[in-house]
């Protein structure tokens, strides 16, 4: 009878060599998929500087609270390349802003962020022929009501086909 005797392998450079490989290729991998996670799913806000920001945010919350308290109701439409505009009281009845201006800003990045001011029609709404590519937008309408501040209106909205969801 014969017995084999398996002699154990030697761990070499090549085996070292493999092993940082592989390591590294893990970590490089997973870096890569969250990265493009990240860039793709990412909602968050952008702002150009957060300590003012942030010194902002109690009276920017104080208006907002003041102005709900109006009950108004702005209505916003995109279709067939019409963006739209029209704002009522609590009643229901037309308010005829002196202005509008809608700002659409990408909430990841604002790359595409523009200001469109909408122009008022014979039926007392604004707006103006755009064509707003389909994303996830954060909209913010300020119109023009003769109050100190304009009625801000905020919201975030998809845009898909060419229409607001």
Known sequence: MTTRRHSPREFTGYHMLALILAFFGVIIAVNLTM???ARTSWTGLVVQNTYVASQ????KAEEGRAQA???WQGKLTLADGTLRYELADAAGKAI???G????????AYDAED???DLVRQADGGFSSQQTIS???W???VDAQTGRERPYRQVRRVIVRNGAIE
């Not at 902002?56 to 009276?59: D, I, K, P, T």
């Not at 509008?100 to 909430?107: I, T």
């Open 134 to 136: 389909d994303g996830v």
């Open 114 to 116: 523009r200001v469109i």
């Open 138 to 140: 954060i909209v913010e």
């Open 100 to 107: 509008v201006k809608v700002a659409f800003r990408h909430p």
């Open 56 to 59: 902002e945010f109690n009276r």
């Open 96 to 98: 005829l802003p002196t």
């Open 69 to 71: 308290a109006l009950h």
């Open 35 to 37: 990265a493009t996670l």
